[in-house]
T-cell receptor
């Protein structure tokens, strides 16, 4: 079946550091890929998405590129801020399937 | 502004009580979902619904049931709460149709503690 594997956390960085959170997936067909973010005390909100191979999703300085050859969708940001502290979830959706499959989440803490 | 609203942010219940978690969306979405979130386990799908009065089991349906009498409302029911159901419960919705990518819109979550 479909699955998503994220790098284990927690991840702790200093402000302005470079961030990478790894995400790989297993899926049949051509999934859409997502990164969701959950700030403390809140529900999940969509951070970015990509719907086909080589697409790059971007938002709030975060980027992720849909790599079909390596089945990956790694999240990156060049310079993190304290306000980026949150839990990040990678997810996939098979086209037409309507359900999302989530990774286990990665907790990110940014220290000033 | 699109919205998914969960009726209770925090609940404390006793073992054996019946618990109702309510979720309402204002986006006219066909699909609605209940997930459970636990540390280290990510989000696990309990039940989902493609249409009014339709329901499908997710990955962990045991101990739960659902109700969808109206398109905008999807309720999660714990018939007899147990301590291992202490968790964060997240409701979500999504649309259908050509071009839909499966993006989910989430509520803020309901944190349930069963004593």
């Amino acid at each position: 079946g479909n699955s998503v594997t994220q790098m284990e956390g927690p991840v702790t960085l200093s402000e302005e550091a470079f961030l990478t959170i790894n995400c790989t997936y297993t899926a049949t067909g051509y999934p859409s890929l997502f990164w969701y973010v959950q700030y403390p005390g809140e529900g999940l909100q969509l951070l970015l998405k990509a719907t086909k191979a080589d697409d790059k999703g971007s938002n709030k300085g975060f980027e992720a590129t849909y790599r079909k050859e390596t089945t990956s969708f790694h999240l990156e940001k060049g310079s993190v801020q304290v306000s980026d502290s949150a839990v990040y979830f990678c997810a996939l959706s098979e086209r037409g399937a309507q359900k999302l499959v989530f990774g286990q989440g990665t907790r990110l803490t940014i220290n000033p | 502004d699109v919205k998914v609203t969960q009726s209770s942010r925090y609940l404390v219940k006793r073992t054996g009580e019946k618990v109702f978690l309510e979720c309402v969306q204002d986006m006219d979405h066909e699909n609605m979902f209940w997930y459970r979130q636990d540390p280290g386990l990510g989000l696990r799908l309990i039940y989902f619904s493609y249409d009014v009065k339709m329901k499908e089991k997710g990955d962990i349906p045991e101990g739960y049931s659902v109700s969808r009498e109206k398109k905008e409302r999807f309720s999660l029911i714990l018939e007899s709460a147990s301590t291992n159901q202490t968790s964060m419960y997240l409701c979500a919705s999504s649309g259908t149709g050509w071009g839909n990518t499966g993006e989910l819109f989430f509520g803020e979550g309901s944190r349930l503690t069963v004593l």
